[in-house]
């Protein structure tokens, strides 16, 4: 919040821009880190909701297809009626693209993933569950590696190219969610990658897709700001 600020009211020669740019880029990368952490822990707040399947896809869609490059390409088969996830949607997304993303990463030449959503068999049926599964053709995972690939900061990819906390977030936010994660995968044929997570009949939340509420009743008033957190109450007063 301070960079935004600064950066709006001065001008920066080339050089200081370079250092506002990496200050911004390091404390993104803290940001990340802190969460991923968070979510392996399974201390992350989560405000679990009633999830469509397809309108999770279709979002999930719009984020990633540019992720993917012209080699690779996504098969979604995804439920449109039925049982809804009961889950943290904004955490559930997260997860799904980083695996998305891994399974990307899995197939250098280019291949399909694969993404189905079904329900998944229980033997308590009072408490329902659906089953995300992500699937690629790649290079697989060896069993000693398969074997630790949910260890946070372990990772098979080169510097820079990964913090190893992917997989270990995603397992941390299945099982907090009241689910959890399997993983199989073969070297040479590919990975699956299931997610069981908690399902309801509860109808979906409806997400708002215009954007902020209109803030015309805020013109030329005076507010108040609240928190225990000095650098908090500066930023955001700034801010106006």
Known sequence: GGISILQRRLTFGERE???VDQ???AATQGTELVRRMMAFGRQQDLTPDSVDPNALC???AGLVNHSLGGTHSVAWSCPREGLNLFVDRGQLEL???NLIINARDAMADGGEITVTIEAASQPDAAEPKLRIRVSDTGE???EEVLARVTEPFFTTKEPGKGTGLG???VSGFAHQSGGEMRIESAVGKGTTIELILPATEAKAAIINHDG???LDW???KRLMIIDDDDAVRTVLAEQF
Do not use: F
């Open 95 to 97: 997860a799904l693209m």
């Open 140 to 142: 697989g995972i060896p």
């Open 167 to 169: 997989l270990s977030m």
């Open 212 to 214: 902020q509420a209109q």
């Open 17 to 19: 821009q370079l250092v």
């Open 58 to 60: 279709e979002a999930v």
């Open 23 to 25: 200050m911004r880029h």
């Open 218 to 220: 805020l013109h030329e």
